[in-house]
Nanobody, 123 residues
Framework: QVQLVESGGGLVQAGGSLRLSCAAS????????MAWFRQAPGKEREFVVA????????DYADSVKGRFTISRDNAKNTVYLQMNSLKPEDTAVYYC????????????????WGQGTQVTVSS
């Protein structure tokens, strides 16, 4: 059983930064690709970024490329999302997700999800 716990969300002004963390309770963290998705009110959940087991392969949505950075610390079973130059349209609940094997942008392919953390960007 894998448990994912996100933290680090909050309220920030446009142009500001936040760092999200996702701590995983899992037997072998390196078996899993990790990802962040987000869901804004009234919208479908959307892919943000994914990272493979080693951290050497990442995949970013165009909307966040150049502003967000994903990383993972396999010794701490934790994945991070550094969000810079935040925009009001980044406002959403951010979810951490894990799947066995390679990265994917397809949310149903992720087996495990965190409870989400709210990010609100004011204009």
């Amino acid at each position: 059983q894998v448990q994912l716990v996100e933290s680090g969300g909050g309220l920030v002004q446009a142009g500001g930064s936040l760092r999200l963390s996702c701590a995983a309770s899992v037997g072998t963290f390196t078996n899993y690709a990790m990802a962040w998705f987000r869901q804004a009110p009234g919208k479908e959940r959307e892919f943000v970024v994914a990272i493979n087991w080693s951290g050497f392969t990442t995949d970013y949505a165009d909307s966040v490329k150049g502003r967000f950075t994903i990383s993972r610390d396999n010794a701490k079973n934790t994945v991070y999302l550094q969000m810079n130059s935040l925009k009001p349209e980044d406002t959403a609940v951010y979810y951490c997700a894990a799947r066995w094997g390679v990265t994917s942008r397809y949310s149903p392919s992720y087996n495990y999800w965190g409870q989400g953390t709210q990010v609100t960007v004011s204009s």
